[in-house]
């Protein structure tokens, strides 16, 4: 049995180094109007797909029960130029002061968003709030998953955020998971977790079951009502550090202290908790998060403190291949450098399908090297089973372009416009021809660069969403509302 890749060449300080420069670059878009965006739409005319027929029906998931993980497929809209579906601010942050923003989704009706200890829901096109649910405590951890009835959950704290002398606040212990209606705001159950502890709980969720881990525990519960299932407690050297849902359910086991780390990704049965296959991580290995659960596709820090490799996995943990993807050269949103209490189902830039993977390298800067072919950065798809380059998918001048998720066996990526004089686009990408169809031209407004925000593309709309809130320097600029999200939606 293969133990993964050998330590990574690449040094934490390089990274470090390059983080900074991308910090350097952050800026403020002007708002573009939707106005502009019908304007310049020739200039994209040639990208957009004029032989398919569009649809305007919603997209559906096949064969999926209720509490299945949805699987939508996006149809492409009648016209691309796009107006807008939510436009947010966060207003009552105090200079100062550090919020999570937690948790972002989407159904066909709702927009909802986190903002410390509150869920707000939004009506898609009207933008107006319909609900508003809130926790005694903040909300420190959620799923991206949805079930295809709309539910999904989180962990909170059952404690209110504290200020401390000095001014900064002190969360209570994550100890709660609940489950709510994305659509009506309703909480459907909560559960405490067996352990009250202050590192942040993970949540995920597989058809059925809700499954949360803390520091090296576990649990899993019913779907429906939130009867526990089973539990694991952490033995004298080993715990569990955090799973993957979706089709099915894997998770990482951490052994030994910091000097001498080891980890085991384990298939796992969701009724019994019980290990359904195991694969032993090569020794030297700082950190492992995981990006699919089918197929099995994890990542590693290689020798270092950030994620350097991915490692595919057969149906019975075999392993398959290992992809380099070193930060300098590519994007795939994995965190910076190891944070033992951050998620373990991370790695959003990163989408995979049955086939193949798919990730963006790091955007560069072309100045006029553009006019000679240069592009500003290109989606690489890597084959699985070999770990080999299986083609890439160019960006265009001065629009970056990253991939979301799959929609069926297409991929759906987003172009970034570096310009407030030219929109940005959503697309739809043929892996196997590398054809792409239009979904959506669309305006900036205020937006930081993708590696920043959550990305959602749901139901033939997009949505742009802040993780975090940083309130303004002085108390004088306390009253200026803090951009939250924007989506964008078909005009036609």
């Known amino acids: 049995m293969s133990f993964g890749p050998p330590p990574s060449v690449y040094t934490e300080s390089t990274l470090a180094a390059e983080n900074c420069r991308k910090r350097r670059r952050l800026l403020t878009l002007g708002a573009t109007t939707t106005a502009l965006a019908l304007l310049l739409a020739g200039i994209w005319v040639l990208s957009y797909d004029g032989t398919g027929t569009a649809s305007h029906q919603s997209p559906a998931a096949v064969s999926q029960a209720p509490d299945d993980i949805r699987e939508t497929i996006e149809r492409r809209p009648a016209t691309p130029e796009a107006v807008s579906a939510v436009e947010r601010r966060a207003e009552g942050i105090k200079a100062g002061q550090n919020v999570k923003a937690t948790g972002t989704w989407a159904t066909a009706r709702t927009f909802a968003k986190t903002v410390g200890n509150r869920i707000t829901g939004y009506r898609v096109s009207t933008n107006r709030e319909a609900w508003k649910l809130t926790f005694p405590g903040g909300v420190c951890a959620a799923t991206p998953h949805v079930t295809v009835d709309g539910r999904t959950a989180v962990a909170f704290s059952s404690e209110p955020t504290r200020t401390d002398p000095s001014g900064g606040t002190m969360s209570g212990p994550c100890d709660r998971i609940a489950m709510f209606d994305i659509d009506t705001g309703k909480r459907l159950w909560h559960v405490e977790l067996p352990e009250r502890r202050l590192v942040p709980a993970r949540v995920t969720m597989t058809r059925g079951k809700v499954v949360a881990a803390w520091e090296d525990g576990s649990a899993g519960y019913a779907m429906t009502n939130g009867k526990p299932l089973w539990s694991h407690t952490p033995g004298p050297a080993c715990g569990d550090s955090g799973y993957s849902g979706g089709k099915a359910l894997v998770r990482v086991v951490k052994c030994g202290n910091a000097d001498n780390r080891r980890f085991r990704v384990e298939g796992t049965d969701p009724g019994t908790g019980k290990p359904l296959w195991s694969y032993a991580v090569s020794p030297g290995v700082q950190d492992v998060r995981l990006i699919s659960s089918s197929p099995v596709v994890i990542a590693v820090a290689a020798g270092d403190s950030v994620i350097t490799d991915l490692i595919s996995l057969g149906d019975q943990g075999e392993f398959r291949a290992t992809i380099s993807v070193p930060g300098q050269n590519y994007l ?24 193949q993977l798919y990730v963006a390298t790091q955007a560069r800067d072309t100045g006029t090297a553009s006019a000679h072919g240069q592009v500003p950065n290109e989606i690489v798809a890597f084959d699985l089973a070999t770990g080999k380059s299986a083609g890439k998918f160019d960006a265009r001048a001065g629009r970056p372009m990253y991939p979301v998720r799959m929609s069926g066996d297409r991929l759906i990526a987003v172009r970034e416009s570096t310009s407030a004089h030219t929109p940005s686009a959503a697309v739809s990408i043929d892996p196997r021809t590398g054809k792409e169809t239009l979904l959506l031209l669309y305006g900036t407004v205020g937006m930081l660069p993708f590696e920043y925000l959550d990305v959602r593309y749901e139901h033939g709309r997009v949505f742009f969403a802040a993780t975090s809130l940083a ?19 078909t005009g036609g």
């Not at 303004?472 to 964008?488: N, T």
């Open 332 to 355: 795939t949103k994995c965190g910076d450098g190891i944070d033992v209490t951050g998620p373990v189902e991370t790695c959003e830039a990163v989408v995979v399908d049955e086939r």
């Open 471 to 489: 309130g303004p320097v002085s108390k004088d600029d306390e009253g200026e509302g803090l951009w939250l999200a924007d989506g964008f939606e």
